[in-house]
């Protein structure tokens, strides 16, 4: 698929009304947006329902400032966020409540590719960030609405993004595989 | 040099595209899945706070009963005991 065209393809849809229609075109779009920053199938696809069922539910809410699918995305970043906050948090807790599963992603690194081992040296707004400006050809400044940061600060940290995965993709071995310990803070971590 | 092994920016993003246009769900659940499970989004408070509610009300009932079982026993005990069978 071509970069964004599911985007224009939603455009001037109303989720209040075209909801079914706004589900068909964009759910690959946002499945493709969490998948980059959870970095795992399987959650992503649960993730990408819950985004939907969210967006289903506030669609009412919904105000025409932005074009449908960006608010759609602000929803799958807001989502995958909370997720990856609580997966965090699950890591830290002693005893286990329940079976986290970051554990999957990263033991199956060795089944990543080069360009999943590089976006895991991001963090995850900054994952978001490179997939919606590269693939999904958002501008800096629907970006930063969707990423609730300012406009000024979104081109520096695509191009810190870029300059930290082609340090990666140096470094990957041949072959593919990850080339990034799991256990190492990703760049932007505090951002 | 070490610079010079790292791929250009273009091929950062040509990399990017086509891992990114990979990725795709393995399934695409029906729109009426989805609006059933919010539809049902409710279900899980309102049960957690009703088994909740339902359990403080059993702890009160049972401590009512030790009171009025053992109430002679601690002290101030047949006070209450005359609070909790008075009429």
Request: proline share 7%; no cysteine; aromatic share 6%.
């Amino acid at each position: 698929m071509a970069s964004g065209e599911g985007r224009a393809g939603s455009r001037g849809l109303d989720p209040a009304t075209q909801f079914p229609l706004l589900y068909e075109r964009e759910y690959e779009s946002v499945f493709r947006t969490v998948r980059a920053m959870v970095l795992d199938q399987t959650e992503a696809e649960d993730l990408t329902q819950e985004v939907f069922a969210r967006a289903y539910r506030a669609r009412l809410r919904y105000r025409p400032t932005a074009p449908p699918g960006a608010w759609l995305h602000r929803i799958a970043v807001n989502t995958a966020l909370s997720h990856l906050r609580r997966r965090k948090l699950a890591r830290l807790l002693p005893v286990r409540l329940y079976q986290a599963p970051d554990e999957r992603a990263y033991a199956r690194s060795e089944a990543r590719t080069v360009v999943e081992a590089a976006l895991a040296a991001l963090s995850p707004k900054l994952r978001a960030a490179v997939v919606l400006h590269y693939f999904h050809d958002y501008s800096r400044e629907e970006i930063a609405a969707i990423l609730g940061i300012p406009s000024g600060t979104v081109a520096s940290r695509i191009a810190k993004a870029v300059a930290v995965m082609r340090r990666a993709l140096s470094e990957a071995p041949p072959g593919g595989g990850a080339g990034r310990e799991p256990n190492s803070a990703p760049v932007g971590f505090e951002q | 040099m070490k610079v010079d092994e790292q791929p250009s920016e273009r091929d950062v993003i040509e990399l990017l595209r086509a891992e990114v246009d990979a990725w795709r769900p393995q399934d695409v659940p029906s729109l009426v899945e989805v609006i059933r499970r919010v539809e049902g989004h409710w279900r899980r408070p309102v049960a957690l706070a009703s088994a909740l509610g339902a359990a403080v009300l059993a702890a009160v009932l049972l401590v009512s009963v030790l009171l009025l079982a053992v109430g002679p026993a601690i002290p101030g005990g047949e006070t209450i005991r005359s609070h909790l069978i008075a009429p």
